[in-house]
C-alpha cells in the first residue's frame, strides 16, 4: 500500500494504477463522542482496501453531506454538489497521471449521493472504473458476530461509542448519553433536524453501567474488522473484471 505519506518517486515506481478516496464527516456523535468518528471509520476503509489492492490511498475528506446533524455546533456540511465536484476533479487529476481504477469508501452513513456519483463518473469518463463496495447483510451479520443483533440505533448509540473505544479512547468520555427513539420518528430522519427528533443528537442509547472500557474497546474493533472484510471479498478480483468489461 502506498499513501500520500509516500514520495511522488515511491507511487510511481510501485506501478499501480489504483486509488482509494475516502470520505468521513465531521459531525455531533451526542454530548459526549468527538465529531470525527466518521472520518476514523473512512480511513481505516481506505487502509484495509489500499492493502488488499495494493492501491495509492489518499487523505480522507473530513465534511460530507451530514444536514440532520446541523442544528448542532461544531457540525459541517457541504452540499452533494460541491463534495462531488471535488471528488471527480480529484479523479480527473489522477487519470491524467495515469490512474485507471478508483475505489471510493465513505464513512457517513447519510451520504446518499454516492451511489449516484459513481453511475455518473463510470458514464461521464469511459476511460476509467470507479466502484464502491457492497455484501448484502456484512453489516446485520457483523452486529451478529458481537452480540448485538437486536441493536435498535441509528447513530451515536452503544456502537458508536465502542468505535470511539476503539479508534480514539483518549478522545471519549464516557458517560450514559442517548434514549430510544419513537419508531415513528424514522419517516422524518431525511427531513427535519435531529435535534428535534432525538434528546441529544443520539439515535439510540448509551448505558455506561453495561460494559467496561475494555469491552466496548473489544465490541469495536471486532465489529469494524468483520464488516470491513465482509465488505472486501474478492475487492480485487471484483474491481479487475468490472475494469476488463469496461474496456472491453
Not at 469495536?220 to 469496461?246: D, V
Request: hydrophobic content about 40%; glycine content about 6%.
Amino acid at each position: 500500500m502506498l499513501s500520500f505519506k509516500n514520495s511522488t518517486t515511491e507511487v510511481t515506481d510501485s506501478g499501480t494504477d489504483t486509488a482509494i478516496l475516502s470520505v468521513g464527516a465531521t459531525e455531533q456523535f451526542g454530548p459526549y463522542l468527538p465529531m470525527h468518528l466518521d472520518t476514523l471509520i473512512a480511513e481505516k476503509y481506505a487502509e484495509y482496501f489500499g492493502e488488499a489492492l495494493n492501491a495509492y490511498v489518499l487523505p480522507a475528506i473530513p465534511f460530507n453531506t451530514s444536514e440532520e446533524h446541523a442544528n448542532c455546533k461544531g457540525t459541517i456540511t457541504v452540499s452533494p454538489t460541491v463534495l462531488t465536484t471535488m471528488l471527480e476533479e480529484i479523479i480527473v487529476n489522477l487519470n491524467r497521471q495515469g490512474f485507471k481504477k478508483f475505489v471510493l469508501c465513505n464513512g457517513h452513513g447519510g451520504a446518499y449521493w454516492e451511489s449516484a456519483f459513481v453511475k455518473h463518473i463510470n458514464y461521464k469518463y469511459p476511460e476509467l472504473i470507479l466502484i464502491t463496495t457492497y455484501r448484502h447483510l456484512a453489516w446485520e451479520e457483523a452486529l451478529e458476530e458481537v452480540g448485538l443483533e437486536v441493536l435498535n440505533e441509528m447513530h451515536a448509540g452503544l456502537l458508536s461509542v465502542c468505535t470511539a473505544m476503539w479508534l480514539c479512547p483518549d478522545l471519549v468520555k464516557l458517560e450514559s448519553m442517548g434514549s430510544d427513539v419513537p419508531t415513528e420518528n424514522r419517516q422524518f430522519a431525511d427531513y427535519i433536524f435531529w435535534d428535534k427528533l432525538t434528546k441529544d443528537g443520539c439515535w439510540g442509547k448509551f448505558d455506561k453501567n453495561v460494559y467496561s472500557p475494555d469491552q466496548l474497546a473489544e465490541i469495536g474493533e471486532k465489529f469494524w474488522t468483520s464488516f470491513i472484510s465482509k465488505r472486501s471479498e474478492n475487492l480485487k478480483s471484483i474491481l479487475e473484471e468490472a475494469y476488463r468489461r469496461k474496456m472491453s
